[in-house]
């Protein structure tokens, strides 16, 4: 019980947030300065709306800046970390990006706790230092009790003179230093920290509405990017192979009215509706290839995508470290990560080699395509690296592209493949 009691003395943490308090009076008054007068400021501008503008812009920017460190100071000293609300600003324009941050309910919570500063802070610190302070007076009370005016230390209704009760006053100083401060002490920190979680952390209904806007955005990607596939497959079938089946066709038809007349003639327009539709049904497997190639469904990664290297007119290396094969949405999307990626690589990266890694790690399937060409590549500048970036998107995986001017560029995908 007694080792229970005096648990906080053993523990670190206890002095950690002795030490948080003590600055929590100092820290909340700069935090409730800085805030109050941009918003005063801010408020009594309104009237004159592009006046108050820069300073809207200058309270949620310092408000920000304020509570990124404050969330630090509580990870230092409390323990508690605490992940940026704040999402990222989106709009590239200054209008825009000003209407994201006033619109961001985790900014508004910020100013809010900026201002909650001051009012809490004078409790946890003023509380703390009675506690601490008071219990030591007790303990010490004794030693100079006698130098005090009538030989008498008044506490409101008490009054405590030298003898039995100072030898009282001591005891009740040596349990609140050994007891009652130290969890106080704790108390007020865990206080600190609740209001920092409510009002600088992540609020479950902002992850959840900010992870139904990204699926929003990835269906959109996904339905836009099988809009534009049916396009493309639309074009290759009417400009290729539909053109060629109408060309036998015609060849068929003049070669069968040939025949009896001209049957010299007629054989070799036979010969070339011949030629034609073995063309015409090249052109077929390749797209058949393009949309869904029955290699990749029969033998997985490895086997598709080495037919792949085989025709690039780049050198490739390829790699593929897959155990358990993920199920066929994710090997199709990563066949088209790397079959697209190396089509960019051999149109437009001037590479002279070129690598293609994928290991699976854990319910990440991880997808890496390396070349030494010029870099510069630019998401924003083609479909084709935006077509890849929703097709990982749609699945609830990330891409990243790392491309500096002069090279060399790598491409990295990860894909959830959980099964």
């Known amino acids: 019980m007694i080792r229970d009691l005096l648990q906080p003395w053993r523990e670190a943490s206890t002095w950690w947030a002795l030490t948080y308090l003590m600055l929590d009076v100092v820290v909340g008054v700069v935090l409730f300065s800085v805030t109050f007068t941009l918003l005063a400021t801010s408020v009594a501008l309104l009237l004159t709306l592009p006046l108050a503008l820069p300073v809207v812009w200058g309270l ?18 409390l323990g508690e970390t605490l992940d940026d609300p704040v999402p990222p600003l989106e709009s590239r324009s200054p209008w825009g990006r000003l209407v994201e941050r006033l619109r961001s309910g985790a900014r508004w919570r910020e100013v809010a706790y900026h201002l909650l500063a001051l009012p809490r802070s004078v409790l946890t610190t003023v509380g703390t230092s009675v506690v601490w302070c008071g219990s030591a007076a007790l303990l010490l009370l004794p030693l100079y009790v006698a130098a005090l005016p009538g030989d008498t230390a008044k506490f409101g209704l008490f009054e405590v003179s030298q003898g039995p009760a100072a030898l009282g006053a001591t005891a009740v100083g040596l349990s609140g230093l050994l007891v009652a401060a130290p969890w106080v002490t704790r108390a007020f920190a865990r206080l600190d920290v609740a209001t920092a979680r409510w009002l600088l952390a992540p ?55 040939r025949l009896e007349a001209d049957p010299e003639g007629g054989r070799e327009l036979v010969a070339e509706a011949h030629e034609e539709a073995k063309a015409a049904l090249k052109e077929i497997r390749d797209l058949v290839r393009g949309i869904h190639p029955v290699i990749l469904e029969d033998r997985g990664l490895d086997a ?105 560029t790598t491409l990295l995908v990860e894909l959830p493949c959980a099964s």
């Open 60 to 77: 949620l920017v310092a408000s920000h800046a304020m509570a990124t460190v404050e969330r630090s100071r509580v990870d230092a000293l």
């Open 203 to 257: 609020r479950r209904d902002d992850a959840l509405g900010e992870q139904v806007s990204r699926l929003e955005t990835s269906r959109a990607a996904a339905v836009d990017s099988a809009e534009a596939e049916r396009r493309r497959i639309e074009r290759d079938l009417h400009d290729g192979a539909q053109q060629r089946l109408v060309a036998l066709a015609m060849g068929l038809g003049t070669a069968r009215q």
């Open 304 to 408: 598709a995508l080495s037919a792949v290297v085989a025709r690039s007119p780049v050198p490739v290396t390829l790699d593929v470290q897959v155990a358990e094969r993920p199920s066929a949405v994710v090997e199709s999307t990563a066949y088209f990560v790397v079959t697209e990626a190396l089509t960019n690589v051999a149109r437009h990266a001037h590479a002279t080699r070129a690598s293609v890694a994928i290991a699976r790690a854990g319910d990440r399937l991880v997808v890496e395509v390396r070349d030494d060409g010029v870099g510069g590549a630019d998401p924003a500048a083609g479909t084709g690296l935006r077509g890849l970036h929703d097709r990982a998107t749609a699945l609830g995986g990330t891409m990243q592209l790392i491309s500096p001017a002069g090279g060399p």
